[in-house]
């Protein structure tokens, strides 16, 4: 009886260290100068999530306050306000049986990846060094993807008949846009593999320029739309006003990823709150709002333009797609693999 006894209190005993073990699973932060360099980021004193830690801390620390807290929440309810935007879409459009649909479902599935992959990427990087190297390519594929769904779109629904009438970009909207979406991932991965805290200018240099041409490439028949109301009074119509809004927010993205501001004025003073990468997502995801409120009106009000073009196939609309995302985890795997050599031998 009293063995009995015994085993069952050491039972109790058990459950309560591994309830405590749960519960503390949700370690508290800490300081820049106690996490490894790759962690760290520039005017960010505190908040930091222990590296090394269990699986599961990862995601429980969305719930936690910490300094890429909001990060990931920003992107998790851009995931939600594009999956919304799908569904409404869903409700207008037979994206089933009519092909003159498809390039918005792979803009707007890019998009939500987009998303997605950034939410991840900002949830585990600290996991460890290596996964910290491995989250941010995945947001850097998620990025040229976005870039290569938005090609596809603004080609697609915002490309008036005098561009499309320009032989050659016609025939080259397309494929340079995949390439430089795929550049762009390689320039955002090389640069995150090549240099090391504290950045120096040469990497956003890197980074920079390789969305910067993605981005004027992609923006064209945008550009465009908006220039002719403007200039020329040409098809003012509905379109215009988030067009419009559309290049302003990414405008305002590009400002806060580049000038790390406000932290940069008040030190350890935006770490949980008001930092300029939480600006930029939130400014990246009113761009996408506004770019797909935009196309859609393109979509219903130039349908009789583009049905005069040929027809789009799953295949040279999901193709070109799948074919971009293809060569970018065959970027992030040869990536990877240098980063793991790099760890390695600066751990020996
Ligand atoms: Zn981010």
């Known amino acids: 009886m009293q063995k009995v006894t015994a085993e069952s209190s050491q039972n109790e005993v058990d459950s309560i260290e591994e309830a405590d073990k749960r519960s503390s699973c949700l370690t508290p932060t800490t300081t820049f100068e106690d996490v490894p360099k790759v962690f760290r980021e520039p005017n960010i004193n505190t908040g930091f999530r222990q590296p090394y830690q269990p699986w599961y801390y990862y995601p429980a620390s969305i719930f936690q306050v910490h300094n890429e807290c909001m990060n990931v929440w920003t992107h998790i309810f851009a995931v939600i306000l594009m999956t919304h935007k799908l569904v409404s879409f ?13 390039p918005m479902l792979a803009g707007i599935l890019s998009s939500i990846i987009l998303y997605l992959a950034s939410s991840f990427a900002h949830c585990f990087q600290s ?3 290596m996964f910290h190297y491995t989250c941010f390519m995945i947001d850097y594929a998620g990025i040229g993807l976005y870039g290569f769904g938005s090609v596809t779109v603004h080609f697609a629904y915002c490309m008036e008949e005098h561009l499309y009438q320009i032989s050659w970009l016609k025939d080259m909207f397309v494929p340079v846009g995949g390439f430089l ?3 762009t991932c390689g320039c955002c991965t090389y640069a995150k593999y090549r240099y090391q805290r504290p950045y120096p200018r040469a990497r956003k240099v890197w980074q920079v320029t ?3 041409f993605l981005y004027i490439w992609l923006i064209i028949p945008v550009v465009d739309q908006v220039f002719n109301c403007f200039i020329n009074g040409f098809r003012c119509d509905d379109t215009i006003s988030p067009h419009t809004k559309q290049l302003a927010w ?3 993205s590009g400002f806060f990823y580049t000038s790390d501001i406000p932290q940069r004025f008040w030190p350890g003073k935006c ?7 939480q600006f930029f997502h939130v400014c990246i995801m009113m761009t996408t709002f506004f770019q797909f409120d935009g196309v859609i009106r393109d979509l219903h009000n130039e349908r009789d333009v583009f049905e005069q ?8 609309t999901f193709g070109p797609v799948a074919l971009v995302l293809l060569l970018e985890i065959v970027f992030i795997i040869i990536f990877r693999e240098k980063c793991k050599k790099k760890l390695k031998s600066k751990n020996e």
């Not at 869903?90 to 498809?102: A, C, E, G, M, V």
């Open 181 to 183: 979406a795929v550049a």
């Open 271 to 277: 770490d949980f709150i008001g930092h300029s990468h």
């Open 309 to 316: 073009r040929p027809t789009p196939t799953l295949w040279n």
């Open 250 to 252: 990414f405008l305002a």
């Open 90 to 102: 869903s409700k207008q459009l037979d994206f089933i049986n009519d092909p003159y649909t498809w």
């Open 127 to 129: 996991k460890s060094e």
């Open 210 to 212: 390789g969305v910067c």
